[in-house]
């Protein structure tokens, strides 16, 4: 079981990850409540509290290997260990590949892809040390398939797909396990959406993915899920 572990969640103002920590928050875990935003990761860290979990309000970018280092250093000292990480920060824009800033391609990949190595990297060390931790990695289906008008986000989703395989079998061997998840879409504040205004026909609701997660974080220590689609079925996929 995961009561009394720790976790960081990224991307955790709002959103997918907001729900992922309020469930971890539920389950007993000590959340860090992790994204770029303070008055967001602090009201969400406030809500976890008022609810009677233990959270920190970890300000992070992801994209920054100094934020990183610093962020997860904090954590360390405050939590003394970190069990889980569930890299779920993501950024993405919808229209023709020319129309995409230079700005914009970077933070695509900067945020998207190399956040999810630099997580991994700053957190491995020690989860191999005690034989024991568990990341989770929010990709995402266009990690699997491709469309028009999301080049570049596919292009970063399909480097997670590819990093979270190799580092799963690179790991398995030490009591470290990786979960990607490949989510269709999700009713979240995505590409400047706001949440609870997708038909669900299409879209998932984030508090059942959030919960299909920390399901996941429960299963048996010699259990993995190396992978796990999910899409509404209305959705194209
Ligand atoms: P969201 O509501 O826009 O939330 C994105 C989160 O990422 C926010 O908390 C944001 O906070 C954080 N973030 C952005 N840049 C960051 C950075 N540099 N460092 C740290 N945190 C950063 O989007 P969401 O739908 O919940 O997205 C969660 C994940 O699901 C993403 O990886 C996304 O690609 C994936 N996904 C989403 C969908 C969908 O349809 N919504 C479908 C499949 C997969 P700050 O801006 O305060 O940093």
Redesign the pocket.
């Known amino acids: 079981m995961i009561e009394n572990q720790t976790a960081i969640v990224?991307?955790?103002?709002?959103?997918?990850?907001r729900h992922v920590a309020l469930r971890l928050a539920q389950e007993r875990v000590r959340v860090a409540v992790?994204?770029?935003?303070f008055d967001?990761v602090t009201r969400v860290a406030e809500e976890i509290r008022a609810a009677g979990g233990e959270a920190l309000p970890l300000v992070?970018?992801?994209?920054s290997w100094s934020s990183v280092e610093q962020g997860v250093a904090t954590v360390r000292q405050q939590f003394g260990k970190i069990d889980i990480l569930v890299n779920?920060?993501?950024?993405?824009w919808y229209k023709p590949f020319t129309e995409h800033t230079i700005e914009e391609l970077d933070r695509t990949i900067d945020?998207?892809l190399k956040?999810t190595l630099y997580m991994t990297k700053a957190v491995l060390p020690d989860m191999q040390a005690a034989h024991y931790g568990q990341i989770v990695n929010?990709a995402?289906?266009l990690g699997r398939r491709v469309i028009p008008g999301m080049a570049a986000y596919v292009a970063s989703k399909f480097g997670v797909l590819g990093f979270a395989g190799s580092i799963l079998r690179e790991v398995k061997g030490s009591g470290v396990k990786v979960t990607t998840l490949t989510?269709?879409?999700?009713d979240?504040?995505?590409g400047g959406a706001v949440?609870g205004t997708k038909e669900e026909t299409w879209s998932l609701r984030?508090e059942f993915v959030a919960g299909m997660i920390v399901d996941m974080l429960k299963l048996p220590k010699h259990w993995v899920v190396d992978e796990l689609a999910i899409h509404a079925m209305g959705q194209e996929f």
């Open positions: 990224t991307g955790a103002s709002r959103g997918l990850g992790a994204a770029r935003t967001e992070i970018d992801v994209a779920n920060a993501g950024v993405g945020v998207n956040g929010v995402s289906d989510p269709g879409i999700i979240t504040f995505f949440e984030p």
